[in-house]
């Protein structure tokens, strides 16, 4: 079963740090341009950070750059998102996405 | 940066079409992906480049383009179309939603 998983997610205070994880499964993982997509409480979705399917290439969202960090691991079927100095505003669910295959998501809360 | 334009919400009846824009200068060089979220569930994808639909997506769904400007067209839309709509395109580093589109379908 073609299958994204993630995991890592939590509630943080502000300033604060998460790693956000996601598990590939039946599909070549490898292959696939990956992307961290949020959706903040009631909000529509936002586009966060993409990675290229041999990780040379990165893009980041302003709303993010300086503080996140996408990574993947094509040997362990797995992507990244290293999260730090964490704002109120970065609450919501976090999905990783090939764009055709979506994770369900993980939940991220920042407050104090 | 830039924006993608999309109504907030479109209401249909039971086996009307409904139409749904999606408007950004991008659109005239970068092709646009549609995605259909239903509340509580991950994003789907109905539509990409354009006017491609991806295996399992139904016929009734369709999309085009014009300009700036492309429309996601549900033909005969039931009931289980009533969903939140989001276009969504990307030109090297810039990679936007648009703000989504509630559809009604009643």
């Known amino acids: 079963e073609v299958q994204l998983v993630e995991s890592g997610g939590g509630l943080v205070q502000p300033g604060g740090s998460l790693r956000l994880s996601c598990a590939a499964s039946?599909?070549?993982?490898?292959?696939?341009?990956m992307n961290w997509v949020r959706q903040a409480p009631g909000k529509g979705l936002e586009w966060v950070s993409y990675i290229s399917s041999s990780g040379s290439t990165i893009y980041y969202a302003d709303s993010v750059k300086g503080r996140f960090t996408i990574s993947r691991d094509n040997a362990k079927n797995s992507l990244y998102l290293q999260m730090n100095s964490l704002r109120a505003e970065d609450t919501a669910v976090y999905y990783c996405?090939?764009?055709?295959?979506w994770g369900q998501g993980t939940m991220v809360t920042v407050s104090s | 940066s830039y924006e993608l334009t999309q109504p907030s919400s479109v209401s249909v009846s039971p086996g009307q079409t409904a139409r749904i824009t999606c408007s950004g200068d991008v659109l005239a060089k970068k092709y646009a992906r549609w995605f259909q979220q239903k509340p509580g569930q991950a994003p789907v994808l109905v539509i990409y480049?354009?006017?491609e639909r991806p295996s399992g997506i139904p016929e009734r769904f369709s999309g085009s383009s014009s300009g700036t400007t492309v429309t996601l067209t549900i033909s005969g839309a039931q009931v289980e179309d009533e969903a939140d709509y989001y276009c969504?395109?990307?030109?090297?580093?810039?990679?936007?939603f648009g703000g989504g589109t509630k559809l009604t379908v009643l």
């Open positions: 996405a090939s764009f055709d295959i």
């Open positions: 480049k354009d006017s």
């Open positions: 039946g599909f070549t993982f490898s292959s696939y341009e």
């Open positions: 969504y395109s990307a030109a090297d580093n810039n990679r936007v």
